[in-house]
């Protein structure tokens, strides 16, 4: 059994991104990784109580145990619903031809 997994947590905001490679013990969790990697002191906006997780684009629960070279990715909250977005503009592009 291996001593260690090997991870890496990403966050992404418009104005900066960062991503951590950590060595892990098996059996860790995404909540895990992204205690374990710091990003939740060096951006404000992360809250540890209302993450969303994924892994490679997929989300994931908190408690989801990690493999080697798995990717955990903190989601930003959604400012905007993409479907009311797009309801809107299309509105305004029926009005405004």
Request: net charge positive; no cysteine; hydrophobic share 45%.
């Amino acid at each position: 059994m291996a001593e260690y997994i090997e991870v890496e947590v990403a966050y992404a905001r418009a104005d900066r991104q960062r991503i951590v490679t950590l060595k892990l013990a098996p059996g860790a969790t995404a909540l895990d990784a992204v205690r374990a990697s710091g990003l939740a002191l060096e951006f404000a906006d992360i809250n540890l109580d209302q993450l969303r997780l994924g892994v490679f684009g997929k989300v994931v629960a908190a408690d989801r145990p990690l493999r080697a070279r798995d990717r955990v990715e903190i989601y930003r909250p959604l400012l905007a619903d993409p479907k009311e977005v797009r309801r809107r503009r299309a509105a305004e592009r029926k009005t405004a031809g």
